[in-house]
């Protein structure tokens, strides 16, 4: 049963740059496909980012260019750094584990294990 806590979500101003991370145990990140969804009050659960056991990682277009997602398999931690934010990226930030395959990779569905979440707000 792999186990995911998430930390670094705060309130920042626009702008700003923001790292997540998500530390697992009872699994080994490097055999998983990661991935960071975010849910905003009233909306559904959307996919951010993701990378895979095979290295290669995926991003929504919204965030593509100013999102970066990593691994670090000695702490067994992903990590989100976020640039640019902007107030549309204000949300709860989840991080989620699991072996779906590609094609799934952006589905929530795609990911059984998830973490409790850390709130990020972006606003002046």
């Known amino acids: 049963q792999v186990q995911l806590v998430e930390s670094g979500g705060g309130l920042v101003q626009p702008g700003a740059s923001l790292t997540l991370s998500c530390a697992a145990s009872g699994g080994t990140v490097s055999r998983y496909n990661v991935g960071w969804f975010r849910q905003a009050p009233g909306k559904e659960r959307e996919f951010v980012a993701a990378?895979?056991?095979?290295?290669?990682?995926h991003y929504a277009d919204s965030v593509k260019g100013r999102f970066s997602i990593s691994r670090d398999t000695a702490k067994n931690t992903v990590y989100l750094q976020m640039n640019t934010l902007k107030s549309e990226d204000t949300a709860s930030y989840y991080c989620?584990?699991?072996?779906?395959?590609?094609?799934?990779?952006?589905?929530?569905?795609?990911?059984?294990?998830w973490g409790q979440g850390t709130p990020v707000t972006v606003s002046a």
């Open positions: 990378i895979r056991w095979t290295s290669t990682t």
């Open positions: 989620a584990a699991g072996t779906t395959v590609l094609s799934n990779i952006h589905s929530p569905g795609g990911y059984p294990y």
